[in-house]
């Protein structure tokens, strides 16, 4: 089994072997990772038929996905700490397991409550697993190294949700909606025959007088985790820009198809744009890590969406709501999320060398509980208007960028505070 050596901020890898081990590292926490997206999107083109098979309605099949995202966020709060405690791989290939028993239980659900149960424990299942792959990436690098790797990873993350709603069309058309379930089991299926045999333990061994895992030590790393000013700092950033992007893709359909006239057949092209921006700029932050840190760079990412989205406010108080100009905008704001999550996951991360599972778990619940929020907003507020939309992005923007200032400071921007676990 190979080892990944850990790596300190800036410390080169030192030669073609390091380095073809951090590719591998960086596919297979990816094709871990991507296991999130393909369960969220893959089914969405399935969800009239499956209503239609329940015998309910289309809207009560969307609230499988509610579901789901809640088990997820439960599940990387209840088995990130875990991992810390027992190791990363017993946890993942754990998760991977249950997700693939769910999925497979899907394909033969009959009622709408099985669907909601299965969903939930199905998610679980992903959130155990995926939990652990910004903590693999912490537990062999840190620093620059760590944010090239997690530039590595976001690209799968933005690529995914891209395809996956077309690999479910495809599915759906060849058998029906349960096919969608066994691809997903099918692929669990490959993660559980390739990760035990290419992904090493990258947890450190506990040492003899470390207590075992417990309810109060999971609380009091949660706890130690909330009081890091710092870290919460650069965790509520990396929230902030997810319900930014969440704003926009939650009205993206409105703003493109209805206000702007937009057809059918180009919304993919426009939304997919907004991919190709991100994916731009993930690439550019990995070449920029070698000359410049990951907080600087957060706060160049975030700089840019508080720009982009006072440009979209004064553009559309002045009437110059036109495609031409919006859709760049809106591009930009989005776009600039390849550079502010891994910048900001690294560097919160940075903090805690021997709870990163614990630490990733939390800023992952944040993220979605982000997301989640601010897309029921905009869309509970049904409004025929860019307002509400634009005004969520702005908003996200300035917290993003005065909080980040306020409780990660200018030490711990310049990288002067000593981590700590």
């Known amino acids: 089994m190979q080892e990944f050596p850990v790596l300190s901020a800036g410390r080169p890898t030192g030669g073609d072997v390091d380095k073809r081990q951090t590719r591998q590292l960086a596919l297979l926490v990816a094709a871990n990772t991507a296991l999130a997206p393909l369960a969220i999107d893959a089914y969405l083109p399935a969800l009239p038929a499956m209503a239609e098979a329940l015998d309910?309605?289309?809207h009560h099949t969307e609230l499988s996905l509610s579901i789901f995202l809640l088990g997820f966020s439960l599940g990387q709060l209840i088995f990130g700490p875990l991992s810390d405690r027992i190791g990363r791989k017993p946890v993942l290939l754990s998760g991977i397991f249950v997700f693939l028993l769910a999925s497979l239980a899907i394909t033969q659900v009959d009622s709408l409550e099985g669907l909601y149960a299965l969903r939930f424990v199905q998610a679980l299942g992903g959130g155990a697993s995926v939990v652990n792959s910004s903590a693999i990436v912490r537990d062999?690098?840190?620093?620059?190294?760590?944010?090239?790797?997690?530039?590595?990873?976001?690209?799968?993350?933005?690529?995914?949700?891209?395809?996956?709603?077309?690999?479910?069309?495809?599915?759906?058309?060849?058998?029906?909606?349960?096919?969608?379930?066994a691809f997903l089991a099918a692929y669990a299926a490959f993660l559980l025959v390739v990760l035990p045999f290419r992904l090493p333990e990258t947890r450190r061994h506990r040492e003899a007088d470390e207590p075992p895992?417990?309810?109060?030590?999971?609380?009091?790393?949660?706890?130690?985790?909330?009081?890091?000013?710092?870290?919460?700092?650069?965790?509520?950033?990396?929230?902030?820009?997810?319900?930014?992007?969440?704003?926009?893709?939650?009205?993206?359909?409105?703003?493109?198809?209805?206000?702007?006239?937009?057809?059918?057949?180009?919304?993919?092209?426009?939304?997919?744009?907004?991919?190709?921006?991100?994916?731009?700029?993930?690439?550019?932050?990995?070449?920029?890590?070698?000359?410049?840190?990951?907080?600087?760079?957060?706060?160049?990412?975030?700089?840019?969406?508080?720009?982009?989205a006072c440009l979209?406010?004064?553009?559309?108080?002045?009437?110059?709501?036109?495609?031409?100009?919006?859709?760049?905008?809106?591009?930009?704001?989005?776009?600039?999320?390849?550079?502010?999550?891994?910048?900001?996951?690294?560097?919160?991360?940075?903090?805690?060398?021997?709870?990163?599972?614990?630490?990733?778990?939390?800023?992952?619940?944040?993220?979605f509980a982000s997301g989640a929020l601010i897309g029921m907003l905009i869309a509970g507020l049904a409004l025929d208007s860019l307002w509400p939309m634009i005004l969520g992005m702005l908003g996200t923007a300035l917290v993003s960028n005065i909080l980040l200032r306020v409780l990660a400071g200018r030490r711990a921007l310049a990288r002067h505070a000593a981590p700590s676990d």
């Not at 190294?145 to 891209?162: C, D, N, Q, R, Y």
């Not at 760049?328 to 990163?356: D, T, W």
Request: proline share 5%.
């Open 56 to 58: 309910t309605s289309v």
């Open 140 to 181: 062999c690098f840190s620093g620059r190294e760590a944010a090239k790797v997690l530039s590595t990873v976001a690209v799968i993350m933005m690529l995914a949700p891209l395809i996956a709603p077309a690999i479910g069309s495809l599915l759906l058309g060849l058998a029906g909606w349960w096919l969608i379930f």
């Open 312 to 367: 979209l406010v004064l553009a559309l108080a002045l009437g110059l709501d036109h495609l031409a100009l919006m859709a760049p905008l809106l591009m930009l704001f989005v776009g600039a999320n390849g550079m502010v999550a891994p910048n900001a996951i690294s560097s919160a991360l940075e903090y805690f060398p021997r709870i990163s599972a614990t630490a990733n778990a939390l800023i992952g619940s944040l993220q």
């Open 213 to 308: 895992a417990s309810i109060a030590q999971v609380a009091r790393d949660y706890v130690s985790v909330m009081r890091h000013g710092p870290a919460m700092g650069y965790a509520i950033t990396q929230a902030m820009g997810f319900g930014g992007m969440f704003a926009f893709i939650t009205a993206s359909p409105y703003v493109y198809m209805e206000h702007f006239g937009v057809t059918a057949s180009w919304y993919p092209a426009l939304f997919g744009a907004n991919i190709l921006f991100m994916f731009t700029a993930n690439r550019l932050n990995v070449r920029l890590l070698s000359r410049m840190s990951p907080p600087r760079l957060l706060r160049i990412g975030i700089g840019i969406q508080l720009l982009a």
